[in-house]
């Protein structure tokens, strides 16, 4: 990694891979959900022609079922309806559904009602709103085989035609030609459900079977739009519809007549051993809205015979279902569900990248700090080798008696304390850099006077001071607060922002060192007018180990620690410190601490 680019060049191409990745997966996640899109929209179709279709058979059942021979009207002989009802009881999952068995019989002019407990018909007096039904259902010009207002199905009974035994049933288009007649009416019988079990309990049940997880709700409404029936609020852009109370007989259910009519019929005799093929044919009648259906009975005779089934025609007094999903549609569903995924594949992604990017900075940032390290060391030894050496050449000439001047004595002594003060000044500063970092370094925090600490570490640097021919310049305010501080180590930092104003003032010899109070603060600052630092590297001088590129090309001794002990200190204190500079203009740095 000592070539940066060839490092961000490798991120790059990582980069870019995963971007690459990201736009497969992307590709991957329209198709899934285009396909998830319309495996939902053929499920809910699905479900919702079952829902309907169970829920007609349910209807049908309760309506094709009883459709008895005419003649047990006629003679009262009620065998073979209560042979259907008991059948009809024993297999619906809803004995409840109809709630009452009612016979306007035609020819007699007469009403009759149901006992389940005596299991015949009775004569009852007609009520008046028995007799708005019966003239409504007498009078209707065409048979509509469910009432939706009184939620009732109506069975014309017509009179006899001949006797079916096996039949083949086939559908034909509706004929044009001369409309047939329908055979005389003699009667219509009245199913009335009961709405309780349809709505409470048919509906819920079919709900529960077909849309268990509740993600979409549903709505029945009757042909005007009102609402029978409703899971939540209502429905308003439907996936899928279907209908209900459709009693078409292009769906019959003819359990009965394969189940029960070997029953019905096991007391009569058989008419004819010869197999007979019925054609089931469609024709229109007098009326626009209404067919009726014929059975055209051949044997292999090649008689022919006619006669009418009934005249169920599809209405559409029906209700409806709408199925809608609960987040709006099966599309908006799929939409969100693939923007949750697109969003999980990008924070992953993200992820990745931050990942890849952090390693990688990480890792500069640990080449940077070895690199300032190996400096660092580099440095040290250097400043120790230059005082160890003038010590060593001072104490080697002492002790070989080189003068006998007490004078010059006098000077080499001075020489190996101010040469041995650098050593120990240095040999601290790495200390204290140390404890700092491992957190043992501790503070006498005391209330202490912001001028005594200016005065101090000026005293401390006035040798250095007058020794360069500086100029300094102080302003202390009159009125400064007293500050919570540890007395030695500010005046350590102050002095070592002194120091670096005279090691790089380029032949500039002016310092200024001031303090001010405001915003209930005290400013410590220290300006000079020295080589400057550049806008790129000012960021990065309270690094440990940091040196300015300038600085080492001028060979300028220093280690990089002063001005990160400065920052350690001034936030030891709760403070914070600042640098603006110039290049060839000079700095300045400011210490800001709390007031007491």
């Known amino acids: 990694m000592k070539r940066s680019w060839t ?30 899109r319309e495996k939902m929209q053929k499920r809910v179709e699905a479900d919702t022609k079952m829902f309907a279709d169970d829920f007609n058979r349910e209807i049908q059942a309760a309506y094709f079922n009883f459709q008895t021979d005419p003649k047990s009207w006629a003679s009262s002989d009620w065998t073979e309806f209560n042979e259907r009802y008991d059948y009809w009881r024993s297999k619906t999952e809803y004995p409840e559904l109809i709630g009452d068995f009612i016979y306007f019989d035609a020819a007699h002019k007469a009403t ?59 559908e034909s288009e509706v004929k044009s030609g001369p409309k047939i007649k329908m055979p005389e009416r003699i009667g219509h019988l009245v199913i009335k459900l009961n709405r309780d079990v349809v709505v409470g309990k048919l509906l819920p049940a079919l709900n529960a079977k077909y849309f268990p997880d509740g993600s979409y709700k549903l709505n029945v409404t009757d042909k005007a739009g009102a609402p029978q029936f409703q899971t939540a609020d209502g429905v308003t852009t439907a996936d899928a519809s279907g209908d209900l109370l459709a009693l078409s007989p292009d769906n019959f259910m003819f359990f009965a007549n394969r189940e029960l009519m070997p ?145 010059q004595t006098t000077r080499y002594g001075q020489l190996i304390k101010a040469e041995g003060k650098k050593l120990s000044t240095m040999v601290e500063q790495i200390l204290e850099f140390a404890g700092a970092r491992s957190g043992r370094r501790s503070y006498k925090f005391a209330e202490t006077s912001p001028a005594n600490i200016v005065e101090n570490a000026l005293a401390e640097c006035e040798p250095m001071l007058e020794e360069n021919g500086f100029a300094v310049e102080r302003s202390v305010a009159e009125t400064l607060p007293s500050i919570n501080a540890d007395a030695d180590a500010l005046t350590a930092a102050l002095q070592n922002l002194i120091q670096n104003s005279v090691k790089y003032s380029n032949g500039t010899r002016w310092l200024r060192v001031s303090a001010s109070n405001g915003n209930g603060k005290v400013r410590f600052v220290v300006e000079d007018r020295g080589i400057g630092i550049s806008p790129n590297e000012i960021g990065k001088v309270f690094e440990p180990f940091f040196r300015a590129k300038d600085v080492v090309d001028a060979q300028i001794h220093g280690n990089g620690l002063g001005l990160s002990l400065v920052k350690e200190t001034a936030e030891a204190h709760g403070g914070k410190v600042t640098a603006m500079s110039e290049v060839g203009k000079g700095s300045r740095f400011t210490i800001e601490l709390p007031q007491v």
Do not use: C
């Open 7 to 36: 490092t961000w060049a490798f991120v790059g191409g990582i980069v870019l891979l995963l971007t690459v990745f990201l736009g497969f997966q992307y590709n991957w996640l329209v198709q899934a959900g285009d396909a998830e």
């Open 263 to 407: 029953k019905v019929r096991e007391r009569k005799a058989v008419i004819s051993q010869h197999v007979e093929s019925h054609t089931f044919t469609k024709e229109q009648t007098d009326s626009n809205s209404s067919s009726v259906f014929t059975i055209e009975l051949k044997n292999d005779g090649a008689q022919k015979r006619q006669s009418v089934i009934a005249g169920t025609a599809y209405t559409d007094d029906g209700w409806k279902l709408d199925v809608q999903h609960q987040a709006g549609s099966v599309a908006a569903f799929v939409n969100g569900e693939q923007y949750k995924r697109m969003l999980f594949g990008i924070g992953v992604y993200l992820l990745v990248v931050g990942a890849v990017l952090a390693i990688v900075i990480s890792a500069l940032r640990s080449q940077r700090y070895a690199q300032r390290q190996i400096d660092f060391v580099s440095s040290v030894s250097h400043e120790f080798r230059t005082p160890l050496a003038v010590i060593y050449s001072a104490g080697e000439n002492l002790a070989d008696g080189v003068t006998q001047d007490r004078e």
């Open 112 to 170: 009759l009602r149901y006992n389940p407990e005596t299991r015949v018909f009775d004569s009852i007096a007609v009520s008046p709103e028995l007799e708005v039904l019966r003239t409504r259902v007498e009078t209707e010009p065409n048979h509509k085989p469910i009432l939706r207002d009184e939620l009732a199905l109506v069975m014309p009974v017509h009179a006899s035609g001949p006797v079916m035994e096996r039949i083949r049933i086939s």
